[in-house]
């Protein structure tokens, strides 16, 4: 039976952004953003990433990918999108993958609405559509330079001004994404062919990133571009890491005659940092200062610090190594730019609420409490409701097979379990 295989090209090289599908918008790479969407969308059965860069694939396969590799010859700038689809399709075939809807995804762009992707699939699979893009409603009068650099219109008659609510809209292509039957496709060799039909978009959701600030401006929306009300409440992680000021403090501190710092902190934090131990959880309080408080904290919980970290990347860095635990299964909480290097190599950057506006932007996750005030308590139990998902979903799943072992057992035809 035919799949809707959904493919998105994600080469190493980029002239407008370095390394641009590697990027982090809201926490997570550009190509895993787009992974992701995939794979929220019911309508679409397999995710390929076509890439010629092996961290690419790295990070496309964490996040649930297949990987083809593409050749050097269609990575380059003047190779065509269509190129890299109709190769993936190739390698597919040779992996006897029955391909009957090819839906074309860009991870440049960050904010995919998968609503609007199951509908644009479903269109395409019952026939009633060949070619499907996504695309914005538009009232806009559009102008072009004509010779000299005078403008002239190109959608209205500029002695007419109707009001918005008389003029019908024109549609603006966002390059999210296209979906389109295989077999139209391989035949015309381009997105658009047959009878195309378009998959109106929320205009939150519609932007394309080819240039440093067009990245910055995605950074800086991603929490408005995002779904409403979305709370990441479990944190699958396999170590937790924090800032020490402003995290587990409220970034303040008191000094007395003697010159004798102290800070506060709080006894729910405590509980939460506890509960991780007693789970198994690594605990690590990394801090660019060299305090005594700090050093008596971490005593005090019974975890681990590292203080007077000048380059606190390289120290995180070195601390997963020595434990194996990969970047991608760390969380890493703080709260101001001197964790922004930390927060770009784990797979889970969170910051307290209040956080500097760059480390906001940088982070996966925003907090409900602030530090001092039960924010290490909150991630704490966000991993902790992760770890027991987890549990329930493997317990669930043995309880499945034992109760398919004792209805077996309660038939004398059924094949016995090999020993």
């Given at each position: 039976?035919?799949?809707?295989?959904?493919?998105?090209?994600?080469?190493?090289?980029?002239?407008?952004?370095?390394?641009?599908?590697?990027?982090?918008?809201?926490?997570?790479?550009?190509?895993?953003?787009?992974?992701?969407?995939?794979?929220?969308?019911?309508?679409?059965?397999?995710?390929?990433?076509?890439?010629?860069?092996?961290?690419?694939?790295?990070?496309?396969?964490?996040?649930?990918?297949?990987?083809?590799?593409?050749?050097?010859?269609?990575a380059g700038d003047e190779a065509?999108?269509?190129?890299?689809?109709?190769?993936a399709l190739e390698v597919l075939?040779?992996?006897?993958?029955?391909?009957?809807?090819?839906?074309?995804?860009?991870?440049?762009?960050?904010?995919?609405?998968?609503?609007?992707?199951?509908?644009?699939?479903?269109?395409?699979?019952?026939?009633?559509?060949?070619?499907?893009?996504?695309?914005?409603?538009?009232?806009?009068?559009?102008?072009?330079?004509?010779?000299?650099?005078?403008?002239?219109?190109?959608?209205?008659?500029?002695?007419?001004?109707?009001?918005?609510?008389?003029?019908?809209?024109?549609?603006?292509?966002?390059?999210?994404?296209?979906?389109?039957?295989?077999?139209?496709?391989?035949?015309?060799?381009?997105?658009?062919?047959?009878s195309i039909g378009i998959a109106?978009?929320?205009?939150?959701?519609?932007?394309?990133?080819?240039?440093?600030?067009?990245?910055?401006?995605?950074?800086?929306?991603?929490?408005?571009?995002?779904?409403?009300?979305?709370?990441?409440?479990?944190?699958?992680?396999?170590?937790?890491?924090?800032?020490?000021?402003?995290?587990?403090?409220?970034?303040?501190?008191?000094?007395?005659?003697?010159?004798?710092?102290?800070?506060?902190?709080?006894?729910?934090?405590?509980?939460?940092?506890?509960?991780?131990?007693?789970?198994?959880?690594?605990?690590?309080?990394?801090?660019?200062?060299?305090?005594?408080?700090?050093?008596?904290?971490?005593?005090?919980?019974?975890?681990?610090?590292?203080?007077?970290?000048?380059?606190?990347?390289?120290?995180?860095?070195?601390?997963?190594?020595?434990?194996?635990?990969?970047?991608?299964?760390?969380?890493?909480?703080?709260?101001?730019?001197?964790?922004?290097?930390?927060?770009?190599?784990?797979?889970?950057?969170?910051?307290?609420?209040?956080?500097?506006?760059?480390?906001?932007?940088?982070?996966?996750?925003?907090?409900?409490?602030?530090?001092?005030?039960?924010?290490?308590?909150?991630?704490?139990?966000?991993?902790?409701?992760?770890?027991?998902?987890?549990?329930?979903?493997?317990?669930?799943?043995?309880?499945?097979?034992?109760?398919?072992?004792?209805?077996?057992?309660?038939?004398?035809?059924?094949?016995?379990?090999?020993?």
């Amino acid at each position: 039976m035919s799949e809707v295989v959904a493919i998105i090209p994600a080469r190493g090289g980029s002239k407008g952004v370095v390394r641009k599908n590697l990027q982090r918008v809201g926490g997570v790479p550009l190509v895993a953003r787009a992974v992701s969407a995939a794979r929220r969308c019911p309508a679409i059965d397999r995710v390929v990433v076509t890439t010629d860069d092996g961290d690419i694939a790295a990070v496309a396969a964490e996040w649930g990918a297949e990987v083809v590799e593409r050749p050097a010859e269609l990575a380059g700038d003047e190779a065509s999108s269509e190129s890299a689809l109709l190769h993936a399709l190739e390698v597919l075939e040779e992996r006897e993958v029955e391909v009957g809807v090819v839906v074309f995804l860009q991870a440049t762009s960050p904010f995919i609405d998968v609503d609007a992707l199951r509908s644009a699939v479903q269109l395409v699979r019952s026939r009633r559509r060949d070619s499907v893009f996504s695309a914005v409603e538009t009232y806009g009068f559009l102008w072009e330079k004509g010779a000299g650099g005078a403008a002239d219109a190109v959608n209205h008659d500029v002695a007419v001004r109707p009001r918005r609510q008389d003029r019908e809209p024109h549609y603006l292509e966002t390059g999210a994404f296209y979906v389109m039957r295989a077999a139209g496709f391989r035949a015309t060799r381009h997105r658009f062919f047959g009878s195309i039909g378009i998959a109106e978009v929320d205009p939150r959701t519609a932007m394309e990133i080819d240039t440093p600030d067009e990245l910055e401006l995605a950074r800086r929306i991603a929490t408005l571009a995002e779904s409403h009300g979305v709370r990441a409440s479990s944190i699958p992680v396999d170590a937790v890491v924090t800032d020490f000021d402003g995290v587990h403090t409220d970034d303040t501190v008191r000094v007395d005659q003697d010159g004798v710092e102290s800070v506060t902190v709080s006894r729910a934090d405590g509980m939460g940092v506890s509960l991780l131990r007693a789970a198994g959880i690594p605990f690590l309080i990394l801090s660019t200062e060299a305090n005594p408080v700090v050093a008596a904290r971490a005593r005090k919980l019974g975890v681990e610090v590292r203080q007077a970290a000048s380059d606190k990347a390289a120290v995180l860095r070195d601390w997963a190594a020595e434990r194996g635990i990969p970047l991608s299964r760390i969380a890493y909480l703080g709260n101001d730019v001197n964790d922004l290097g930390c927060l770009d190599l784990v797979g889970w950057p969170v910051a307290v609420p209040g956080s500097h506006p760059l480390v906001l932007s940088a982070a996966r996750v925003v907090l409900d409490h602030p530090g001092g005030a039960g924010a290490v308590r909150d991630l704490a139990e966000r991993v902790l409701a992760a770890r027991d998902a987890t549990a329930s979903t493997e317990g669930s799943r043995k309880g499945r097979g034992r109760r398919a072992r004792d209805e077996a057992s309660d038939h004398p035809t059924a094949p016995l379990e090999a020993s």
